[in-house]
Nanobody, 127 residues
Framework: LQLVESGGGLVQEGGSLRLSCAAS????????IGWFRQAPGKEREAVSC????????YYLDSVKGRFTISRDNAKNTLYLNMNDLAPEDTAVYYC?????????????????????WGQGTQVTVSS
């Protein structure tokens, strides 16, 4: 199983990026899969996950309306379209398989039971 992220970079506040995650060794539509990010000195934070069966999407409250998760089964690739980026979105973004449940909390957090992940791609948003 391998996950390779790409598409990160430096962007100005309000800009957009599209992250890609090429999967091999499994099919992205056979598993729940998602994205998490980690900024220096901060804990890992789930950003968005998509369920395996019906493709239900889940988002961290702070990215709702700005980020969109999708997958292309033919290309076996997961995407994260990010619009209206803010400096607080700066982090290394990882795609990962989800081996357990996906749930949102009353605080607006997203919890996905991540399994394997890739090497990550850096997203830096300048103000």
């Amino acid at each position: 199983l391998q996950l390779v992220e790409s598409g990160g970079g430096l962007v100005q506040e309000g800009g957009s990026l599209r992250l890609s995650c090429a999967a091999s060794g499994f099919s992205v539509d056979d598993y729940a899969i998602g994205w998490f990010r980690q900024a220096p000195g901060k804990e890992r934070e789930a950003v968005s996950c998509i369920s395996a069966n019906d493709g239900t999407t889940y988002y961290l409250d702070s990215v709702k309306g700005r980020f969109t998760i999708s997958r292309d089964n033919a290309k076996n690739t997961l995407y994260l379209n990010m619009n209206d980026l803010a400096p607080e979105d700066t982090a290394v973004y990882y795609c990962a398989t989800v081996m357990g449940s996906i749930r949102t909390t009353w605080t607006g957090a997203l919890e996905c039971d991540f399994g394997s992940w890739g090497q990550g791609t850096q997203v830096t948003v300048s103000s």
